[in-house]
């Protein structure tokens, strides 16, 4: 008997149901038809043996650099207070008991040196000229110095703080014969070793405002020089602070010229004879 049927199913023509389609058991054998072949799962992905590593993002790279900039900043701006405060404090240290304000208490000496500055400032007095002035008179009115050095700056035939300080010393009755004029004085280190190898000065009394005097101890002790100080007058205007400020600058800069650069006075020359 030729049943339609099964010729279609011999003859292979027959379509797979919609439930295989359609994605039904693998593997399954249609009644009659042939064996539809089972779906292969795609293999695991391989784990490698050593993770790879995480690149930091650009974020975090500048942060990390800023972090360590900022640390260096700091340590610099620490090292830079510690020499500061140093080098102010090597000042006082060196002339603790060798700085006085009182004429009696000073020791006699041969010679006493006066730091030279301009005796006006923007067409008027300059106090710090004429307190300097005022405290050599005392000095050697007290009888405590035989002799007096007045040492500045002698840049111009217009500026002249040596012959200003003699005219005015001779003014208040110091014999200009006990007057020695240092015209080379361009700087406290400067004045102060061209005492002793110019003027062969070996124990010196300084005539200035205090905080000259400490620095111009130190430089003295420095190069061999047994000094001593006599503070003028001060000032504490406006115009005082800011002395006081470049004068923080000014120990930071003898601190290195003693310990470091081995500074020496710009002009040195022939040695110069003092009053006997």
Known sequence: MDRPFFRSALSGNRQPSARVRAGGPAGRKLR??????AAVAPPPARTPNHPQPVKASTGMFWRRWLKRLVLALLAVALLLVAVVAYANITAVWASRGRIFSEVSELPHTK????????????????????????????VWKAGR????????????????EPEKMRQALVSRGIPAERIVCDYAGLRTLDSVVRAKEIFGADTV?????????????????????????????????????????REVGARVKMWLDVNFLNTRPRHLGEREQLPE
């Open 111 to 138: 010679v006493g040196l006066v730091f030279g500055t301009t005796d006006r400032v923007n067409g008027r007095e300059n106090l710090y000229f004429r307190y300097r002035i005022d405290a050599a008179v005392k």
């Open 205 to 245: 009394l300084f005539i200035s405002q205090r905080f000259q005097n400490e620095r111009a101890i130190y430089l003295a002790k420095a190069h061999g020089i047994n000094a001593y100080g006599f503070s003028a007058r001060d000032i504490h205007t406006q115009a005082g602070l800011k002395t006081k400020l």
């Open 32 to 37: 009659g038809g042939p064996q539809v072949p």
């Open 145 to 160: 110095i035989d002799t007096l050095i007045v040492s500045g700056d002698n840049r111009s035939r217009y500026y002249n």
